[in-house]
């Protein structure tokens, strides 16, 4: 697979599947934003896996329950990349306590 030129915003990118598509994606060349809420040092580790594979990344901070951080996520990527062609809205909540 060969993405090269495109863009990606994956949301809940810092770890789980969210880093491995991440991870993914960087391979395959495309440019990459590893979207976090809360967790800026495993996004960092993520962008820097990426970067070292000779991938390009960035990490962009955003509560996607909040609809301001949504778009501030997409306009900051449009700001860096100039476009953005792949969204994987992988970002979840966890609604129900352990029992």
């Given amino acids: 697979m060969n993405l090269q030129g495109k863009v990606a915003i994956i949301t809940g990118a810092s770890r789980g599947i969210g880093k491995a598509i991440a991870e993914l994606l960087g391979r395959a060349k495309a440019a990459v934003v590893v979207n976090y809420a809360n967790q800026a040092d495993k996004a960092e580790e993520v962008v820097k896996t990426i970067n070292q594979e000779g991938g390009s990344a960035i990490a962009i901070q955003g509560d996607m329950s909040k609809v301001t951080e949504i778009e501030s996520l997409f306009s900051t990527t449009k700001e860096h ?19």
Avoid: E, P, R, T
């Fill in 81 to 99: 990349f100039k476009h953005i062609d792949i969204v994987v809205n992988n970002a979840g909540q966890g609604f129900l306590s352990l029992m």
